[in-house]
């Protein structure tokens, strides 16, 4: 079983060493090239010994992932390697596996977002996501271009917006592929929201039309949030 391979993923005890390299574990263990090495040290500059990252290292290779994915997930979030291990990741991968999610997918799933990935909201998330954009490969679609949706929540920015959505006229299929294309808007303010919506009836396209999911994209507010994001959660 997945939950039982991942907390039994520990490293053995070593002590903290003066001798102990982050710039060389990092490349010598995860596959950093020395400028990747560099820059990613400065943000691990506390650890003094590999037993927390060779955990961490263990539970990637349980997902599946190969020495090219744990290298491009250090290389992103450096700080991955110093999760909590019993309390944050084998628990959400434990949860991950009740719904259904293989090794592989998981494996993914973590690859596209490892700092969203540490958010224990993603096990409540994911069966959300997919009753919304249909398929689990549409949810890596959709998390690829906006990682924060993992961590996002629910019940307060991500269930308003899409009831919204629903009352401007835009059915399941174009809200999902709305929300695949520009996965930000699920988190931006009401007001913006609003004002995309006026923009694109001022544009002559009417709530409900096929159009009107275009409209939206095109609107002078979605540029503008497009070209510099943020993120309500």
């Known amino acids: 079983m997945l939950h039982l391979r991942l907390f039994s993923a520990t490293a053995p005890c070593i002590p903290p060493s003066s001798s102990f390299s982050v ?3 990092l490349t010598e263990n995860c596959g950093l090239t020395r400028p990747q090495a560099l820059k990613a040290s400065a943000k691990l500059s506390h650890l003094k010994s590999p037993s927390k990252p060779d955990a961490v290292l263990a539970f990637l290779a349980g997902l599946g992932l190969s020495s090219a994915d744990v290298a491009a997930v250090v290389a992103k979030d450096p700080q991955f390697l110093c999760a909590k291990l019993q309390r944050t990741l084998a628990p959400i991968a434990a949860g991950l596996t009740g719904l259904g999610l293989s090794h592989s997918e998981i494996g993914r799933l973590l690859s596209l977002a490892p700092t969203n990935f540490r958010c224990k909201s993603v096990v409540s998330n994911i069966p959300y996501y997919l009753s919304l954009f249909g398929s689990y490969e549409d949810v890596l679609r959709a998390v690829k271009r906006g990682p924060y949706l993992l961590s996002s929540d629910l019940e307060n920015t991500v269930k308003p917006t899409v009831a919204y959505l629903h009352e401007c006229g835009l059915g399941a299929c174009s809200i999902a592929q709305l929300l695949i294309d520009e996965p930000w808007v699920i988190g931006t303010k009401p007001e913006r929201l609003q004002e995309m919506v006026a923009s694109a ?16 994209r095109a609107s002078p507010s979605s540029a503008k949030r497009r070209s510099q ?4 959660t």
């Open 23 to 25: 710039e060389e574990y």
């Open 229 to 232: 994001p943020k993120w309500r």
């Open 201 to 216: 009836e001022g544009l002559g396209v009417p709530r409900g039309s096929v159009m009107f999911r275009h409209a939206l």
